[in-house]
């Protein structure tokens, strides 16, 4: 373990934002924004922001399911950033993604079966037969009945479908998945199931996780290192209990005080955020966060805060991006 | 204003509106499902009740049919009463049930863009609401809209009353959608997953405004969600339904302190909590919530049920009185063991 598995830096996807009569662009919609960050064999990483933050748009330019406008994304140190399409392919066999929506991400007229059987066909792998063996094995692994083989995506529910989903992520036994928001469509008994199945297949199958979700507590638990994300920039990064015990941005220490926790009439102070996240088209200058920040001063309007160093060391350093020490 | 004589607000802690053993049936292509069975609850003036329970539960059913806004012709109230100050609203005439209606019950929903006419400027919207029960004059009506934008927290409300929904953010068309509620004066509002489509610190924002606005107006607020931290830090009674039925029912404190239903132990050991250890394995409820066409026969929680007992498959548990209001559908709860704050 002396190399990261996955390593971004200094990643940028930017688009075109187009208008007018000939569709000339107009500006640039700064989704993300500079992110670096890295995973390690066998961990996890949570990537945690609210709506328009830029988490699912880096999640996809890792994938490559977007071109990412500048940067490097060095998967085993090649960057996946830049090289050409056709020499991705033996790269989607180690990096798979696992998305929100299961009824979505999966075609509704092909059966469960051939569906899973289709990553070894594409990859030429095996004869009819052991692919047929190899998917009946992915829906033991998953928790799904075999009999499950011959239907159709729409004769499951939501949660069986996730387990489709993660069958089909795990079926080439990739090293890193990217799991895109892959509870919050789930209602909490079947939540907790899937994050249980996620948990022990990383321990099986030596997986390593970037998982991206709005819940913070969701993030919390399956999580090494988490990074918190705001207007395309990574704001505070390090130890999942480091940052959750001793948050250092004010963005991150509202977003913790924002989690409505099941413990009634729990007096505690919750910083409620005034105003919204600003359009990535016609970001503030300055610090991304000042125009909500309750602690702004002057200089957060003039200039952005760098990501830097305030405890921790190694993998487990803890970094934020605010002018000050609160 | 509506009918006078209905409309005097009722002491603070009094019995607002009583539901009766309330039955909800849907035709579908498979045939006719019960989606509510038998529920019962009371919702106290100037208090909030939250309805928990997931997808399927029949909690939104529950909520449309105390205003009759079930979908038609599939959906229909066959049994029991909805008293609210006194009117049965199950049986009320149509001429009754348009003035509780647009007079003093209002309705938030979870999506704020499908409950906004997308083509119409939110400022006309607005003044259709308070216009439809209050004989003002069409002016009047704008600037009291621009005031009701004000009250719910909505910069620069007289530029705004002028644009469409879509000019404006999640956050702030569930402040309009919130204001349109408000706009006539309700003694009950009804919020249907009101902060579900909403990033948490605007989550945060819209549940602080409503608190704040309940205290001004004295109203009453039923709350319909599937967060459990919703509920516990916005309401004072919850009622936890589960395929249609009542779980358990009771003040907040004595659900989350001394939950007496499997189910709603369930629910609590399963959701991930920020002071659990990391990746420590989840509580889970086995198994999934069963199909309406399909439900088991007894206590409908039973083939998920680690309690479960033949008198579970053989014979519906009745609420039983636990303490106080406190009441829960289960044959076994006695035998349960002493509930400990989950810690995985």
């Given amino acids: ?57 880096l999640g996809k ?51 469960v079966g051939s569906m899973l059987e289709e990553p070894f066909l594409i990859h030429g792998i095996g004869d009819d037969a052991s692919r047929r063996e190899k998917a009946l094995e992915l829906l033991r692994v998953v928790g799904l009945p075999p009999a499950a083989i011959d239907r159709f995506p729409f004769e499951f529910s939501g949660g069986q479908r996730q387990r489709i989903g993660i069958a089909r992520a795990i079926a080439l036994n990739p090293k890193l998945i990217i799991c895109d928001e892959p ?41 090494d290192r988490i990074a918190i994300m705001y207007l395309g920039h990574v704001v505070e990064s390090g130890d999942g209990e480091e940052v959750y015990r001793h948050p250092r941005h004010p963005y991150t220490r509202a977003l913790i005080s924002a989690v409505p926790q099941p413990v009634p009439r729990r007096q505690r102070y ?57 | 204003m509506t009918s006078t004589a209905t409309n005097s607000a009722p002491a603070r802690g009094e ?15 498979a045939g006719r499902a019960r989606a509510v069975d038998g529920v019962s609850f009371t919702v106290r003036a100037g208090q909030t009740l939250g309805i928990v329970g997931e997808s399927g539960c029949g909690k939104s059913v529950t909520a449309l049919s105390i ?98 929904p879509h000019q404006l953010s999640g956050g702030m068309r569930q402040r309009v959608v919130i204001a349109m509620a408000l706009a006539c004066r309700p003694a009950l509002v009804i919020a249907d997953e009101p902060t579900t489509a909403l990033d948490v610190t605007i989550q945060a924002q819209i549940l602080e405004l409503m608190k704040a606005l309940q205290d001004e107006m004295e109203m009453s607020v039923i709350l319909i969600t599937h967060d459990l931290g919703v509920i516990a830090e916005t309401c004072e009674d919850v009622l936890v339904m589960y395929a249609g039925r009542v779980a358990e029912v009771g003040p907040v404190e004595d659900i989350f302190e001394r939950p007496s239903h499997p189910y709603t132990r369930g ?37 998920r049920c680690p309690h479960r007992t033949g008198r579970c498959t053989a014979e519906a548990p009745t609420l039983d009185p636990v303490a106080g209001a406190h009441r829960v559908g289960c044959h076994h709860w006695r035998g349960l063991p002493a509930w400990a704050e989950p810690a995985a």
């Fill in chain 1, 61 to 111: 330019s890792i994938v490559r399911l977007v071109k990412p406008t500048a940067g490097q994304v060095l998967f085993n140190g090649t960057d996946l950033a830049s090289l050409p399409r056709r020499r991705l392919k033996p790269f989607r066999r180690e990096v798979q993604m696992i998305f929100q929506d299961p009824a979505d991400s999966l075609n509704s007229r092909l059966t």
């Fill in chain 1, 183 to 223: 509870v919050s469509a789930l209602d909490a008994s079947i939540q907790s199931q899937i994050l249980n199945l996620l948990l022990d297949l990383q321990e099986r199958l030596r997986l390593s996780y970037l998982f991206i979700a709005h819940d913070l507590a969701v993030v919390k638990h399956v999580s």
């Fill in chain 1, 270 to 326: 919750r910083q409620v955020l005034s105003g919204e996240v600003p359009s990535p088209i016609d970001p503030p200058p300055g610090c991304p966060f000042q125009p909500r920040c309750p602690h702004v001063q002057p200089v957060c309007r003039e200039q952005r805060p760098l990501l830097r160093e305030v405890g921790g060391s190694g993998l487990a350093v803890h970094t934020v991006a605010c002018h000050f020490d609160l």
């Fill in chain 2, 267 to 303: 629910l609590l050991e399963s959701i991930p909590r920020l002071e659990y250890p990391r990746k420590s394995r989840l509580r889970t409820i086995e198994g999934m919530v069963p199909a309406l066409m399909d439900l088991p026969t007894g206590c409908r929680f039973n083939n």
């Fill in chain 2, 67 to 164: 205003l009759r806004l079930l979908p038609q012709p599939m959906g229909r109230i066959v049994g029991g009463r909805i008293l609210f100050r006194g009117q049965d609203l199950a049986t009320a005439s149509m001429e009754t049930l348009h003035k509780v209606r647009t007079g003093q019950i209002g309705m938030i929903f979870q999506e704020p863009m499908t409950a906004l006419n997308p083509v119409q400027r939110i400022g006309k919207q607005l003044s259709e609401a308070i216009l439809l029960h209050r004989g003002v004059s069409a002016r009047a009506a704008l600037e009291q809209s621009i005031e009701l934008l004000g009250k719910v927290g909505i910069p620069s409300p007289e530029m705004r009353v002028g644009e469409f």
């Fill in chain 1, 1 to 57: 373990m002396s190399a990261p598995l996955l390593e971004v830096r200094d990643l940028r996807t930017w688009f075109p934002v187009r208008g007018g009569v000939l569709l000339a662009a107009r500006g640039q919609c700064k989704a993300v924004d500079g992110v670096s960050l890295s995973v390690w064999p066998g961990e996890t990483v949570g990537l945690v922001g609210e709506s328009g933050c830029g988490k699912s748009t």
């Fill in chain 2, 15 to 29: 019995v607002l509106l009583d539901v009766q053993d309330l039955a909800v049936e849907f035709d579908t292509e």
